[in-house]
């Protein structure tokens, strides 16, 4: 099971990205995808997650309104569209696949974002 995040960079604040996390290895609409991020200092914490199979979806309320969390089940793929960032956004994002019955993370290396002026 491996997954690997892309999309990070800089943006300005009201900017947007879209984040990717594609899986191999497994089939994402049999897992869990969760995007976490963490920034400096801080704990590492959850952002966004969608059960592929059913499409239920959970935001953290930091975020509610400005992402959203979609996937592709042909590619193997889930997103994170980040609209109307906020400097409060920086930090490093880590996309997870996560097993349904035991929750079991399996951790991409992160892709940093950058919110700043």
């Known amino acids: 099971v491996q997954v690997v995040e892309s999309g990070g960079g800089l943006v300005q604040p009201g900017g947007s990205l879209r984040l990717s996390c594609a899986g191999s290895?497994?089939?994402?609409?049999?897992?869990?995808g969760r995007w976490y991020r963490q920034a400096p200092g801080k704990e590492r914490e959850l952002v966004a997650g969608?059960?592929?199979?059913?499409?239920?979806?959970y935001y953290a309320d930091s975020v509610k309104g400005r992402f959203s969390i979609s996937r592709d089940n042909a590619k193997n793929t889930v997103y994170l569209q980040m609209n109307s960032l906020k400097p409060e956004d920086t930090a490093v994002y880590y996309c997870?696949?996560?097993?349904?019955?035991?929750?079991?993370?399996?951790w991409g290396q992160g892709t940093q974002v950058t919110v700043s002026s």
């Open positions: 997870a696949a996560v097993t349904i019955a035991t929750l079991r993370h399996y």
């Open positions: 290895g497994f089939t994402f609409s049999t897992y869990v």
């Open positions: 969608i059960n592929s199979a059913n499409g239920i979806t």
